[in-house]
């Protein structure tokens, strides 16, 4: 497609259960973002993906966060053993060369029950 | 850690009014983009901002990056109901992986 895809849209899940959220960022673009955006409030940046470097996952805010990006293009964000605080709408965005031209997906929005 | 702070927090106008709106950092930004949210969808950049003093139109809207490169304000003329939605400043954080820090957001309503 011509934008960044995300899914699911939505994800309802209980505490305590595990999920994964998928982006699929343009193509070509060679970095990549997650960020969350809890209700009422700005992005927050959780992990970026450049090429083949290693990820900056100084944003993750627990050890139950993780994400990966397999050949460079599809990225999953994995969140273990979901929390209620854990609920919020997870956005993708992927960058070519100028990387402050970042392009959002339609996000993941995830309730923890 | 570096911070946007965004006023107002919301706004309800009426169709045809000018808005403006604003965004302000305790450090230095070398670059000040504004984005557009609507519900359900992710933000889409409007601005981008490159240089102190420098003054940019898109349309009916228009972004200054403050002199003193701690600030920057986004005005709407002549609003109309489309404009409806969540309104982000952000930054480049402190790193060079082009991760952005961004603003809490003004959520701005338009009445017809």
């Known amino acids: 497609g011509a934008g960044v895809s995300q899914s699911p849209s939505n994800k309802v899940t209980e505490k305590g259960k595990d999920v994964e959220l998928r982006c699929d960022p343009i193509s070509g673009h060679t970095a990549l973002y997650w960020y969350r955006q809890s209700l009422g409030q700005g992005l927050e940046f959780l992990i970026y993906?450049?090429?083949?470097?290693?990820?900056?996952k100084s944003g993750l805010p627990s050890d139950r966060f993780s994400a990966e990006r397999t050949g460079g293009s599809v990225s999953t964000l994995t969140i273990q053993r979901t929390q209620q605080e854990d609920s919020a709408v997870y956005l993708c965005?992927?960058?070519?060369?100028?990387?402050?031209?970042?392009?959002f997906g339609p996000g993941t929005r995830l309730t923890v029950l | 850690g570096q911070q946007l702070n965004q006023s107002p927090q919301s706004m309800f106008i009426q169709e045809g009014e000018d808005v403006s709106m604003n965004c302000t950092s305790s450090s230095i930004f070398n670059t000040w983009l504004w984005y557009k949210q609507d519900p359900g969808e992710g933000p889409v950049l409007l601005i981008a901002?490159?240089?102190?003093?420098e003054l940019t139109s898109n349309g009916r809207l228009t972004a200054q990056f403050g002199i003193t490169r701690k600030d920057s304000f986004l005005n709407i003329s002549a609003s109309i109901p489309s404009d409806v939605g969540i309104y982000f400043c952000?930054?480049?954080?402190?790193?060079?992986?082009?991760?952005?820090?961004f603003g809490q957001g003004t959520t701005l309503q338009v009445k017809p």
């Open positions: 993906f450049q090429g083949n470097s290693a990820p900056d």
């Open positions: 965005a992927s960058t070519g060369q100028r990387t402050d031209t970042q392009y």
């Open positions: 901002l490159y240089k102190a003093g």
């Open positions: 952000a930054g480049p954080g402190s790193s060079n992986t082009g991760k952005l820090i």
